[in-house]
């Protein structure tokens, strides 16, 4: 038997009271979405008859999810983030505001604070050295009429050879694998850095547990993060998704988009070089950006999504 009660007078009443939307406190905005979410909420449970087991059940995992820190996890897997980005996209497109470098999702795992650099810098502690296959890595970051933008800051960072990203894996050095580099006079930024791995779901974690019962993996492509920002052009938020991966178009996090996949060529050392300490065999892989011109100064800057700082 399917009853219904959330349309009704008093039900509607009495959901305004709990939003606050009968007193003159608190947050208009907030008041706004609650009443919604506790709408929507209402609806799913009477349109879908959703059991009291069934409601209990999801109430504990979201306590499991945030005790785990995995609500930006699976925000990503479930599509969602991937969905704003489509949203932005829309919109832009509305206005005209079109062309550069695709963006996509940042996804969970950002630390703020990188070592900065002009020009260049070596992302890897070296901890890996004789495991991770080296990887150079360069690029030109241009702006709307294809010019180089000098003084760019490419904010970059990926997962080691476990695909593991410093910060969360506790095993790894402070800032291993993120760094941030300003662009030369040509534009370009250059990186030493490792041939990262896809990431996958902690399998013992909530975001899996979910995906498992979609029917679903956790897997990621080798990817890696990029943030550029420069004055007068708009922020970028994207990644460059490595070919070859199994996992290319089949990311859990939908983030692999057209125009955001980079060639890494592999190059056989040679043994005299490798016994001169130069690097043997190792990876390239370049990659250039353009940016939008920013349509305002608040354009210029990543959202204000709460991330992780790391202090030092
Ligand atoms: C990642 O490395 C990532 O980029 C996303 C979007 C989700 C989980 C792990
Ligand atoms: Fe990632």
Known sequence: ???????????????????????DQGSPRLKQLMFRVVNEIAKIVEDLDVTDDEFWVLIDY???LGSNNEAG???????????LDLLQDAKDEQVGLVGGTPRTIEGPLYVAGAPLSQGQARMDDGSEDGVATALFLQGVVRDADGNPVSGAVVDLWHANTQGA???????QSEYNLRRRIVTDSEGRYRARSIVPSGYGCNPQGPTQECLDQLGRHGQRPAHIHYFISAPGHRHLTTQINLSGDKYLWDDF?????DGLVG??????????????????????????????SAPSPEAEQRSNRPRALQEG
């Open 62 to 64: 979201l306590n499991r």
């Open 73 to 83: 996890l699976l925000v990503a897997g479930l599509g969602i983030e991937h969905f």
């Open 165 to 171: 990203y410093s910060y969360f894996d506790s095993r």
């Open 1 to 23: 038997m399917n009853v219904k009660i959330t349309h009704t007078p008093e039900v509607q009443a009495f959901f305004k009271e709990v939003s606050g939307l009968g007193n």
């Open 263 to 292: 060639q890494v060529n592999f190059v056989e050392g040679n043994a005299q070089a490798e016994q001169l300490g130069i690097v043997g065999r190792h990876a390239e892989l370049e990659f250039d950006f353009q940016l939008q």
């Open 253 to 257: 996090a939908y983030a692999t988009r």
